[in-house]
């Protein structure tokens, strides 16, 4: 079956602009996370979402940062006013319930010029 | 903050030799993940531990979850150029198991 796509797969910004990065979960899964992964630093949660929960925003670096799921599938994680140090590649994970094991997209690699 | 180190950082073998890739840290994880990671992709899940002490074989692969759960170790035997890649361990802990905390990874790179 399919897996978690997202997109794009490469995102070139200039600094200041506005970035939306795009994660289609597992049909069927009720949690979605996104994660950060710059060069060196491994991965850093970002946010989670469960169901019709509030979602756990405690990872987010910053308020440029912020993330919505629509209809408990689709996920938008949006970047204001873009940095360079916001260039990494952002992750997107998804599983059946909120303990269940994470399958991951291949990510979209984000550089902010 | 809970942190996970893990060493070495890199590690380029030849074929057919045996290594072991180690994950610590000072903080108790109610459980401990090992994931693999290839150039374009996301990580792949390949072992979850949650007892102290806990061994799982998975092939040619070997993890091990400390006693006291602060740390683990995956153990390569008669490695292939087939496991070349990233791995990573990730911790979960208490009421937010789903918060994975993960170390920055060890590249592995087994030559022919």
């Known amino acids: 079956g399919a897996g978690v796509s997202q997109s794009p797969s490469n995102k070139v910004t200039e600094k200041g602009k506005d970035v939306e990065l795009r994660c289609d979960p597992i049909?069927?899964?009720?949690?979605l996370y996104w994660y950060r992964q710059s060069l060196g630093q491994g991965l850093e949660f970002l946010i989670y979402?469960?169901?019709?929960?509030?979602?756990?925003k405690s990872g987010l670096p910053s308020d440029r940062f912020s993330a919505e799921r629509t209809g408990g599938s689709v996920s938008t994680l949006t970047i204001q006013r873009t940095q360079q140090e916001d260039s990494a590649v952002y992750l997107c994970a998804s599983s059946f319930a909120e303990l269940g094991e994470q399958y991951f997209g291949p990510g979209t690699r984000l550089t902010v010029t | 903050t809970q942190l996970l180190e893990q060493s070495p950082q890199f590690l380029s073998i030849q074929e057919g030799e045996n290594l072991t890739v180690y994950c610590n840290s000072s903080s108790v994880f109610s459980s401990l993940q090992w994931y693999r990671q290839e150039p374009g992709e996301g990580p792949v899940l390949l072992v979850t531990v949650v007892t102290g002490g806990e061994v799982k074989k998975l092939k040619r692969l070997t993890f091990q979850f400390g006693d006291a759960r602060k740390d683990s170790s995956l153990h390569i035997t008669a490695a292939q150029p087939g496991d070349t890649g990233l791995y990573l361990c990730a911790g979960g802990s208490g009421g937010s198991n789903y918060k994975l905390t993960f170390g920055k990874g060890t590249l592995l790179t087994v030559n022919p």
């Open positions: 979402f469960q169901g019709n929960s509030a979602p756990d």
């Open positions: 049909s069927g899964h009720t949690a």
